[in-house]
T-cell receptor, first 115, second 117 residues
Framework: AQTVTQSQPEMSVQEAETVTLSCTYD???????LFWYKQPPSRQMILVIR??????QNATENRFSVNFQKAAKSFSLKISDSQLGDAAMYFC????????????FGAGTILRVKS | DGGITQSPKYLFRKEGQNVTLSCEQN?????MYWYRQDPGQGLRLIYY???????QKGDIAEGYSVSREKKESFPLTVTSAQKNPTAFYLC????????????????FGEGSRLTVL
């Protein structure tokens, strides 16, 4: 079974600075998808960024980018120019094309942004 | 507006009672999912359904039941057999319920908080 590990329960960043959230996963599959979701205090899950495993290029969405290392099974999220609205719980997730495309989530990282 | 509606937002239950959480989507999505969220454990999959009248157990299905009689609806019943039901429950849906991989995004509802008294 696939597992996703987020080793940082909590992180802090100063406003306008850059922060990196770590995620590693375990799988024997070669084709899969990886995601970062944000859960603000409202508890609504919001997709931040996604990466297809067959793509070597790292995904980027405005201030959010990933460092995808397939061989190392690592998928970190970098947030540049951090804003107060970035404060939330961030979840890394793995999806296999098998098993109904279900998502397997990590335990989450709480990100605090200091002004 | 299209989206996923979960109700109720807050629910209190006495021990021994069954309760049903509603999840409705008007996105015309094929697949629907129920997740449970506990502090420090992330989200865990309870049940999922890829098409109408079909559903599969997730990782923590014991004490729960679901039905999928209509494409837009996927209610979750928390039975008295669930020993620790107090949690936050999230429903999600995705276009494309087949086994073939898709890049379809998972859309989430706003969740339901269940507390057992």
């Amino acid at each position: 079974a696939q597992t996703v590990t987020q080793s940082q329960p909590e992180m802090s960043v100063q406003e306008a600075e850059t922060v990196t959230l770590s995620c590693t996963y375990d799988t024997s599959e070669s084709d899969y998808y990886l995601f970062w979701y944000k859960q603000p205090p409202s508890r609504q899950m919001i997709l931040v960024i996604r990466q297809e495993a067959y793509k070597q290029q790292n995904a980027t969405e405005n201030r959010f980018s990933v460092n995808f290392q397939k061989a190392a099974k690592s998928f970190s999220l970098k947030i540049s120019d951090s804003q107060l609205g970035d404060a939330a719980m961030y979840f890394c997730a793995y999806r296999s094309p098998l098993y109904g495309n279900k998502l397997v989530f990590g335990a989450g990282t709480i990100l605090r942004v200091k002004s | 507006d299209g989206g996923i509606t979960q109700s109720p937002k807050y629910l209190f239950r006495k021990e021994g009672q069954n309760v049903t959480l509603s999840c409705e989507q008007n996105l015309n999505h094929d697949a629907m999912y129920w997740y449970r969220q506990d502090p420090g454990q992330g989200l865990r999959l309870i049940y999922y359904s890829q098409i109408v009248n079909d559903f599969q157990k997730g990782d923590i299905a014991e004490g729960y039941s679901v039905s999928r009689e209509k494409k837009e609806s996927f209610p979750l019943t928390v039975t008295s057999a669930q020993k620790n039901p107090t949690a936050f429950y999230l429903c999600a849906s995705k276009i494309g319920g087949g086994l073939a991989g898709t890049t379809g995004e998972l859309f989430f509802g706003e969740g339901s908080r269940l507390t057992v008294l």
